[in-house]
């Protein structure tokens, strides 16, 4: 199967298959499952539904690719060429591949435009320039010998990506492995395999090697499974839930692999009375409805300072009333439809447990429109450390505002939660504000702002919203192994 499909909106899709050892194959088994639009509910296209055959294919390809391929032994310096020459077709096809995102997320087209497309392309861009420049130490040890270190790519990288971010999400993992010198088996989510398929394309056409990239597409308990137990498949490169990270740390058990997950979160966004309010409100309405709500680090527990609560509670609520929730290509739509039914249901679930334990709805709390996963911008006051939406992950536009009047008590309240992936504090008080970012139990902590993401800095959770770091040099470093070589002189 190689179908070509015009789709709405002149986004033209070449590739539905497998990329396996740089050619395009069906699945073995012949299936394929739908993609969907979740604008109109409406299907896209069929791809192809990779199951282990597949992925087995895919492994064996990577590890020829790995062991006895140019990739690893290449001048790192052409190796980071190759990627910059990546970075510079997505460049040029910014706009289709824009397109394309939006068509199989719903995210805002301006989103998909301005803020995933370049985030993706500088990520790329980011890691290109590292190739060149991993290396390891010289150590002075006792004795008449010559000690040092070699910082070697780990090897075959399995890559399961979730469909809130699926193009950048391909940078964050395909940067700091292609850098190292590994290859790469990747399986896209279900929902949004489209952009990843693109991608392997444009990687074919600049010439990165075949077997050094392969895309699986297909489902969670079959090719992303078959994936994390693979035995020639050095280490997993997980985002998505920490329940699925759980599944996958038993999985991954017999082959001892190396793991680093992104996880979810349930982050604390706190405001003090001295912030500049303002500021702070948009920072919360940014921090939690940006991407529909699906951001792993959204500051979905708003904490403030009670004083303030009136004041800022009428900002917040005002930003949020007037968010433009529609079509995703229309040129002033901030907020598209939830990626699928599951989320969206699982999403108005939330709201209605939020109506039923008692905290005030101010707006939203319902489905806009009757086709298409549109969920309306909701912000509830009054809320409980307790209720379910401070408690749980929604993923979803669903905003919780909690007072707070003591600050040792509110830290407590912060980090009571076994997720730690984010955290931010509005204040004018900078002993405040490092106070804060020294105790919260996160991963990353934003002063004054929110969602201010940079290839260079590492990102990833204490406790249970992950394992290891992604972006920077901790997120390269997840893709080497070093060793340590010793001389007698
Ligand atoms: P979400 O609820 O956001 O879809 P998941 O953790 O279920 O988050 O999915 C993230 C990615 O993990 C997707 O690519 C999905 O197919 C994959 N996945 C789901 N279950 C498994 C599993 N048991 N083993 C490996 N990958 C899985």
Redesign the pocket.
Known sequence: MSTTAPVDLGVEITETNCFINGKWVPAASGKTFATVNPATEEEIIQVAEGDAADVDAAAKAAREAFDNGPWRTMDARDRGRLMYLLADRMEQEIDSLARLETLDNGKPFNDSRNVDLPLAIDCLRYYAGYADKIHGNTIPIRGNHLCYTRREPIGVAGQ?????FPILMVAWKWGPALAAGCTIVM?????TPLTCLRMAQLAKEVGIPDGVINVVP????T???A??KHPLIDKIA????H???Q??TR?SADTLKRLTFELGGKSPNVIFADADLDAAAMGAYVGLFLNQGQCCCAGSRVFVEKSQHDAFLEKLQKLTESRKVGDPFAADTEQGPQVDK??FDKIMSYIEKGKSEGAACVTGGERVGDKGYFVAPTIFDDVRDDMSIATDEI?GPVLSVLTFEDKEDMIRRANDTFYGLAAAVWTRDVSIAHDFAARVRAGTVWVNCYDVFDAAAPFGGFKMSGYGRELGEEGLKAYTESKTVTLAL
């Open positions: 399961i990506i979730p469909w809130n399986k896209p989510a279900e929902q297909g489902f969670g308990p090719a992303g499974a994936v994390v997980f985002t998505g839930e329940r699925t990270a599944v996958i999985d599951a989320q993923f």
